[in-house]
C-alpha cells in the first residue's frame, strides 16, 4: 500500500520527519506541487488528485496546511481512492487569511465528515492553530485525535525530524484494509 507524503506550505525542508519518510520507505511517494510558496486549492488538488489516480487506496500522510487540502478532497470523487490519511498539525487556513491573502484559496475549513479512516495529531502550543480549534476539526471530521502536549508544529523546528511514532499511526489505518483482504481471500 503506497503513502502518500502531502507537506504544506512551503514543502517540508530537509531534515523534516516527512522527507525522512520519504528517504527511509520506498513505498512512499511525495506529492509535488508545482509552486510551495504560493499555495492556490485548485492547483494543489489537481495534483494530489493525479497522485491518487496513479495510486488508489493510498495513505496520504500530510503535515499543516497539506491536511487542509486533504479535508477538501474529501467531498471530491477522487477521495474514494484514500484508504487513510494522517493528519499532522492541520493549519487554520482561516486565521491564516485574514493575514495573509495567498491563504484564502483554503478557507473556509471544510466542516464534513471526511469519509475515510483519519486521524488528526496536534499539539497545545502550535502557532498555526489552537489546540481546541484541531480538537473541534477532528471532531468534525470523524477523525481519531492524538495529544502531542507541547510539542509546536511538529516539524523541525520544534525538534521533528526523526519521527517514528508517525509510522505506527499511519500503520493503525493500514492494518484494518490487510485484514480485510485476507479475510476475503480466504
Known amino acids: 500500500m ?3 507524503i502531502i507537506p504544506g506550505y512551503r514543502g517540508s525542508e530537509k531534515g ?3 522527507r525522512q519518510w520519504l528517504a527511509e520507505d520506498e513505498t512512499a511517494r511525495l506529492v509535488e506541487q508545482d509552486d510551495w510558496e504560493n499555495p492556490v486549492l485548485s492547483q494543489w488538488l489537481h495534483v ?3 497522485a491518487l489516480a496513479e495510486t488508489p487506496g493510498a495513505i ?3 503535515h499543516s496546511l497539506g491536511c487542509v ?12 481512492h484514500v484508504a487513510g490519511a494522517l493528519l499532522v498539525a ?6 491564516m487569511a485574514v493575514h495573509d491573502s495567498k491563504f484564502r484559496s483554503f478557507a473556509p475549513l471544510p466542516r464534513h465528515n471526511l469519509g475515510f479512516p483519519s486521524i488528526v495529531v496536534a499539539s497545545r502550543d502550535d502557532p498555526y492553530i489552537s489546540f481546541n480549534k484541531a480538537r473541534a476539526l477532528a471532531d468534525i471530521w470523524g477523525a481519531g485525535f492524538v495529544d502531542m502536549q507541547y510539542a509546536g508544529h511538529i516539524n523541525i523546528e520544534s525538534g521533528f525530524g526523526s519521527w517514528p511514532e508517525a509510522y505506527i499511526l499511519a500503520d493503525s489505518m493500514r492494518r484494518p484494509q490487510e485484514r480485510f483482504r485476507t479475510q476475503r481471500a480466504a
Do not use: I, K
Open 90 to 95: 492541520p493549519a487554520d487556513a482561516e486565521r
Open 60 to 62: 496520504l500522510v500530510a
Open 69 to 80: 487540502l486533504v479535508s477538501h478532497l474529501a467531498r471530491r470523487p477522487s477521495a474514494a
Open 16 to 18: 523534516h520527519w516527512q
Open 48 to 50: 494530489l488528485e493525479a
Open 2 to 4: 503506497t503513502t502518500l
